[in-house]
């Protein structure tokens, strides 16, 4: 089978590493020189709204996916035209917009904080003084890493910040004082068989994920799973999806989805029986869906900027190492490291070990 895949990073390039024994080959779109993922596939180099490239990756392929969902919808829709794509146009239209996507979580009766449309500084006063400070001021599209948003703590904030963030279409959110932030990654295949991964727990650094901790048997998982089951039949979802949720007053409200495989969820490659990535191949290819359960207790940390030495993050016993080969660049996802163990505790020790190893 033939899966053209639209980005050719490093989500692209672990879906490959999980597709090959499946018997898949792949072809990546990217407008990028250099695609990491490329190493895996053929890179069909060429701009996300190219007609004539396409065409071209539809008429090469049996079916289109995604490992990078900002590009614009009208571009999904023209590629149905030719060839099945998961998840849909239609998905994709509402996960990649953050006024859409709160709009759905709020419809589907899911907690999340309480929002505001703004198109401009006028309407950002407007929203502020109904909202309140401190709030987030997000772009409706394209943000990733937290790129794209800014904290309003007092007045002064306030002023230019629409011009701040380019004076485009934003949303602005309440500032939840949550006591965490977790994920789940859940999977819906054609025939509407939804799956879930155990929540994650995550910390993020400079608004960019540094850590996640596999949970066992977190007791918010029935209500995550619940709220993630109402987005997948909303949405007749079909591939992997990842929602991210903060906790809040022991219960928890929705953040955003992601409709792809997800940074939080690469412990699933060695902590699961069927990782993320093949599960979502399973899913858009219309197979049957692998087992999510867990094989030990797991954690992933993100490299950023540079990866370390790869001789000392492998003396780390039980660590699994993935270097992306991509140029080492300040606040860059270069690779990651997944530690696995039979205990909590030792687990905990790893994740200190690994922690060592940055920045020296
Ligand atoms: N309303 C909020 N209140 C408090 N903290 C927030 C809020 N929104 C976002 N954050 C913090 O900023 C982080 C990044 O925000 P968000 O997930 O919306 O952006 P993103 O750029 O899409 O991030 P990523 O690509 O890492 O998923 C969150 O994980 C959380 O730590
Ligand atoms: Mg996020």
């Known amino acids: 089978m033939k899966v053209g895949v639209i980005g050719g990073g490093q989500l692209g390039r672990m879906l490959a590493i999980a597709g090959t024994p499946l018997g898949m080959q792949f072809t990546f779109l990217d407008p990028a020189e250099y695609a990491c993922a490329a190493a895996l596939g053929e890179h069909l180099h060429a701009d996300y709204s190219s007609p004539e490239h396409l065409q071209q990756l539809a008429q090469s392929v049996d079916l289109v996916t995604f490992e990078f969902e900002s590009v614009p919808a009208e571009t999904v829709a023209y590629l149905e035209q030719f060839v099945p794509v998961y998840p849909s146009a239609n998905a994709l239209r509402i996960a990649r917009d953050r006024w859409f996507e709160k709009s759905m979580f709020k419809d589907l009766g899911i907690p999340t904080t309480e929002f505001a449309d703004v198109l401009s500084q006028a309407d950002l006063e407007a929203a502020v003084s109904q909202i309140g400070l401190p709030a987030v001021l997000k772009t409706r599209t394209l943000g990733y890493d937290g790129k794209g948003q800014k904290v309003l703590r007092e007045a002064a904030d306030v002023v230019d910040a629409f011009a701040y963030l380019g004076n485009v279409p934003c949303i602005l959110e309440g500032f939840v004082a949550f006591s965490g932030e977790v994920s789940l990654v859940a999977v819906r295949g054609r025939d509407g068989e939804v799956q879930c991964y155990p929540l994650v727990h995550n910390i993020h650094n400079d608004g960019i994920l540094h850590l996640s901790v596999a949970s066992d048997a977190h007791t918010l998982q029935a209500l995550a799973q619940d709220y993630a089951s109402r987005v997948l039949q909303e949405l007749d979802y079909v591939g992997v999806l990842a929602f991210e949720f903060f906790e809040v007053d022991g219960g928890l409200k929705a ?91 030792r687990l905990q020790q790893q994740i200190v070990a690994l922690e060592g190893l940055l920045n020296v």
């Open 255 to 345: 953040n955003e989805i992601a409709p792809r495989v997800h940074n939080s969820g690469h412990w699933t490659i060695e902590g699961s029986e069927c990782s993320q990535f093949e599960n979502h191949l399973r899913a858009v290819a219309g197979l049957p869906l692998g087992s999510t359960a867990s094989v030990e207790h797991s954690a992933m940390l993100n490299f950023i900027g540079s990866v370390p030495e790869a001789s000392k993050v492998l003396s780390i016993a039980d660590c699994h190492l993935h270097d992306y080969s991509k140029a080492a660049k300040a606040g860059r996802k270069v690779g990651h490291a997944t530690l696995r163990s039979a205990t909590p505790e």
